[in-house]
């Protein structure tokens, strides 16, 4: 069971914390050979920007996670770019080596005030786990003296009801035996008599006198003459017996034997838990780790808030560009602008709108000179979340040169948008790259110039994450 009021990564040692996150920020960098390598020097520049503004704002986390970005882009991803070795770059190179130190040296006191947080917090996951722990004994134990409790009421109820039980068998077979009596009393009032079995009576000499022998009795009633002699002797013969009394029949049955009884005693045995020894304090077996955490499931709140940055645009924004681009417009040419922003609680939000030497086609525009825009931009500390554009006379939407376009601004920020205007129609349109697909298929393709995109899925879509705000307004600088 594990303890919910606790971020799951506070069970981690604090050091496979920090390993994990220096993990997770080296694999989300990887570059697209087909960007030019200048690109990748300039997201740099801004990597390390955001990194100071968290540092800044005490998101350690976030902090460190950009510098192990930078680290990983300039010293193992860059190297691998067909454009590192380039004359053209070598100033952009002696520029990297020189911060690579410094970034060390800030990821390492990061990393060091990190491990101090963390060890913190494990601490306190291990206090919150004992006492979760001595809790859940606790909860045990109570379960157990309530089952014990349950079980003596059950024992103690089953005594009840066999005593009652008892009570009436014996009340019935006093019943039983009171009809009985009754019956028996009543049979000996008339009893049955059986007569003895006929038998041959013995024949004694007679006490009488011989004399002469009478002649019998004519009439009918000498058979039931019986002497003397006879009655004595049918009253002294053993084979003679006196007549036998039995109760009526409907007696002469045998009760059935009753269930034998069982005398249950009151003293037990009962379920019983041993108090002789008190239980231990719950200890936290550091032998086992907690089960491991994915680098993504650890730094997951992190990864969220990072995925739901807002960029937040100023709802004057479109109709001052176009002002500024009013001339263009109107000779049919289009115009491009560099999205500048602020990076503040984790949201971006648009304060400047820069427009860069450029040369411009009725379908297309090119930027010039950028060491001007990113000058200018290092002043002020911006960092650049997409760009804005004019379709003089087509609908707001991305071509396949816009879509080859803005790849590259949002794979050096997932955040980067494509704010199209297009006055003819008196509509505008903010746009991003669908992610995965619109962005894995355009990054892809090799193809230049105007050509064909399959439509479905789409490659593109309208942002879900900009917010537009009536109370802000942002500055168009013009550097043609």
């Known amino acids: 069971m594990e303890n919910s009021d606790l971020p799951k990564a506070w069970s981690i040692d604090p050091r496979e914390r920090i390993k994990a996150l220096s993990e997770l920020a080296s694999g989300s960098v990887s570059i697209n050979h087909g960007i030019p390598i200048k690109r990748y020097y300039r997201s740099g520049v801004e990597l390390e920007r955001m ?204 009760l059935p034997p009753s269930a034998p009884i069982q005398i249950i005693s009151d003293t037990g045995p009962f379920p019983s838990v041993d108090r002789s020894t008190k239980p231990a304090v719950p200890q936290i077996d550091r032998s086992t780790k907690p089960a491991a955490l994915a680098a993504s499931d650890m730094f997951a709140d992190m990864m969220k808030e990072d995925s739901q940055r807002e960029v937040i645009v100023p709802t004057s924004l479109p109709d001052k560009f176009l002002s500024v681009c009013l001339d263009n417009t109107q000779k049919n040419i289009e115009t491009c602008g560099i999205l500048a922003a602020k990076l503040t609680a984790n949201n971006f939000t648009i304060t400047h709108v820069i427009l860069p030497k450029q040369h411009g086609t009725p379908d297309s525009c090119q930027t010039l000179a950028e060491e001007e825009l990113f000058e200018y931009q290092d002043k002020l500390d911006l960092i650049t979340v997409g760009w804005i554009h004019t379709h003089p006379t087509q609908s707001a939407f991305l071509s396949s040169v816009d879509l080859h376009t803005h790849c590259s601004y949002q794979l050096m920020l997932k955040e980067a948008i494509a704010i199209v205007c297009a006055p003819k129609h008196n509509s505008t349109g903010i746009f991003s790259l669908t992610d995965p697909h619109g962005m894995e298929s355009v990054s892809r393709c090799t193809k230049s110039g105007f050509h064909p995109h399959p439509t479905i899925p789409a490659l593109f879509e309208d942002c879900k994450h900009v917010r537009m705000d009536n109370s802000l307004t942002a500055q168009v600088i013009d550097l043609r």
Request: charge should be neutral; include cysteine; proline fraction near 8%.
């Open 51 to 254: 990194a100071k503004v968290y540092e800044d704002e005490k998101n350690l986390e976030k902090g460190f996670f950009l510098y192990m970005k930078y680290t990983t882009l300039f010293v193992e991803c860059l190297p691998k770019h067909p454009e590192y070795k380039s004359p053209q770059t070598s100033n952009e190179r002696k520029i990297v080596r020189g911060k690579l130190k410094t970034i060390f040296d800030r990821a390492e006191i990061i990393k060091n005030n990190l491990t101090i947080i963390y060890a913190g917090q494990h601490k306190k996951w291990i206090v919150e786990e004992q006492i979760r722990q001595a809790e859940a004994e606790q909860k045990r134990l109570q379960k157990e003296a309530q089952l014990e409790k349950e079980a003596v009421a059950a024992k103690r109820a089953e005594m009840v009801r066999r005593e009652t039980e008892l009570a009436l068998e014996l009340e019935q077979i006093e019943k039983q035996l009171e009809e009985t009596r009754t019956i028996a009393v009543k049979a000996s009032e008339k009893p049955i008599v059986i007569p003895p079995p006929m038998q041959r009576q013995p024949t004694y000499p007679s006490l009488q006198t011989a004399e002469p022998s009478r002649p019998a009795p004519s009439n009918n009633n000498s058979a039931s003459i019986i002497s003397f002699n006879e009655a004595y002797n049918n009253a002294i013969s053993p084979a003679a017996s006196a007549p036998l009394i039995l109760p009526p029949l409907e007696l002469q049955h045998t």
